[in-house]
């Protein structure tokens, strides 16, 4: 967990919102404040609109990109990575509710020196074939959320939780 002292004001907030119960408790054992567990994020209440046809067929897939120097044990490494979006790939085509669909991948907004270079640049390799379309970073997920018929997120996201919700 961080330092204590990056939370020295943590006293004079009134409402924390934190994602899971692990969170709470430690503000509750350190701290001595209570808190409301959220998740992931907060959803709006309601969103209506029709699906415009020419998007009814797209696929969102959100990921979290890979990072280095994880060894093929460990979660979430490159190859796990690649792994998942080729079988993604191969399999869109015998989805009877995707035929002719678009992969559209949602990249980070900042890779770190952390995140793994093979796996960028295999997303970069993927999209100058066009076996996926790499959208904006900037894209907000009220836009493209309800754009889409299918929605995926590996391991589970946010944005699947807000597609849920609509």
Do not use: M
Request: proline share 6%; charged share 20%.
């Amino acid at each position: 967990f961080p330092s204590h002292d990056r939370y020295k004001s943590v006293k004079n907030i009134k409402n924390h919102l934190v994602w899971n119960d692990t969170q709470s408790k430690w503000l509750l054992e350190n701290f001595k404040v209570k808190s409301t567990i959220v998740g992931p994020i907060i959803l709006p209440s309601s969103i209506e609109g029709p699906i415009d046809e020419k998007y009814k067929n797209k696929i969102v897939y959100f990921d979290i990109t890979a990072a280095k120097n994880r060894s093929n044990d460990q979660f979430y490494n490159a190859n796990q990575c690649i792994r998942t979006l080729l079988d993604l790939i191969n399999c869109q085509q015998s989805l009877p509710v995707v035929k002719s669909s678009v992969i559209n991948l949602k990249p980070k907004r900042d890779y770190k020196p952390a995140h793994s270079q093979v796996y960028i640049k295999f997303l970069n390799s993927l999209s100058k074939l066009d076996l996926i379309n790499l959208i904006d970073s900037e894209t907000s997920l009220e836009e493209l959320v309800p754009q889409s018929k299918l929605v995926l997120g590996l391991p589970w996201t946010s944005p699947v939780v807000y597609a849920k919700q609509i």
